[in-house]
């Protein structure tokens, strides 16, 4: 990222819902708009202001008939935090992982507590893809202990830091978006797990062959079809793959593309229509 301004797209839908929103929070994310936010009636999508284009929008929004309108406004960099924050406090996840804002109150400490401060960076939605991703995070706890992970396409670094906060040996956090990686920075700091998290901007062309125990990958489904491959190249045989941020109708995509890479799908979760998948390699 270039610009820090961006441009609100505040979309109305009549009648709201939350499984609405996620569809066209999945087509939006092809344009590219890569933070969203839910205040009935409206969804409101942000992207770069030198992205913005209005015909763009247009065409996406008139595949849905509960669409009744849309306005556009520009969001000065200074009043990024305050708009994320309206929208994010914490996110607690089995009771074990919170994960909180600035903006969050006084809450119950968990096993790992993570603060985020998003700078401009932040995911979509309602946050199911983190929550499943976290929650398999958990069951891994052994197989991340002691050994080396990737973050792709980290965001604000949230799943990086767990997997250090887990006891990583390295963590390797990247994301294309170097407004996403300089935010992954901060907060690796923040939470005080610099020592063994390291944040770069890039894509999957910065992996080595056969460096990682364990990928996290929380991106849209045709980012990670394209590059699976080299996903399954940068991970040692017997390592797992968790990967999010698609829905339960992409799984059959995916895991084809899973297979094709040499590797096999061992488990998944479903919340609100979106799907977590979990793999390992085997050859």
């Known amino acids: ?51 913005y284009r209005r015909g763009d929008v247009k065409v996406v929004l008139d595949a849905f008939p ?13 009043n ?12 607690v996840v089995e009771g074990k992982v919170t994960v909180k804002s600035p903006a969050a109150g006084v809450l119950p400490r968990t096993r790992f507590n993570i603060w985020i401060d998003p700078g401009m960076a932040f995911g979509t939605g309602a946050h199911h893809t983190t929550y499943m991703m976290i929650g398999r995070m958990l069951s891994l706890e052994p197989e991340i202990r002691d050994h080396s992970v990737l ?21 390797f956090a990247v994301d294309i978006d170097a407004v996403a990686a300089r935010s992954a920075w901060g907060n690796v700091h923040w939470n005080r797990v610099a020592s ?8 999957a062309s910065l992996l080595q062959a056969g460096t990682y125990d364990i990928i996290l990958a929380n991106i849209h489904r ?32 995916v895991a084809d593309a899973v297979q094709a890479s040499g590797g096999t799908v061992v488990g998944s979760s479903l919340r609100e229509g979106w799907a977590c998948i ?6």
Do not use: H
């Open 151 to 171: 973050d792709m396409g980290c965001g604000t670094g949230v799943l990086g830091i767990l997997a250090a906060k887990m006891g990583a040996r390295k963590v």
């Open 1 to 51: 990222m270039n610009s820090q301004d961006y441009i609100e797209v505040a979309i109305r839908l009549e009648p709201f819902s939350e499984e609405l929103a996620e569809r066209i929070v999945a087509d939006l994310s092809e344009l590219p708009y890569d933070s969203f936010l839910t205040e009935e009636p409206f969804l409101k999508a942000y992207i770069q202001r030198e992205d």
């Open 278 to 283: 979990e793999c390992m390699k085997e050859r």
């Open 66 to 78: 509960e669409v009744t309108g849309f306005e556009a406004s520009l969001i000065p960099s200074e």
């Open 222 to 253: 045709n980012i990670l079809i394209e590059d699976m491959p080299t996903y399954f190249r940068s991970l040692r045989r017997g390592g797992r793959i968790l990967l999010s941020g698609f829905f339960e109708a992409d799984i059959p995509a």
């Open 196 to 203: 063994r998290v390291e944040t770069a901007c890039g894509d």
């Open 80 to 91: 990024w935090n305050k708009e994320w924050e309206s929208g994010f406090t914490s996110l």
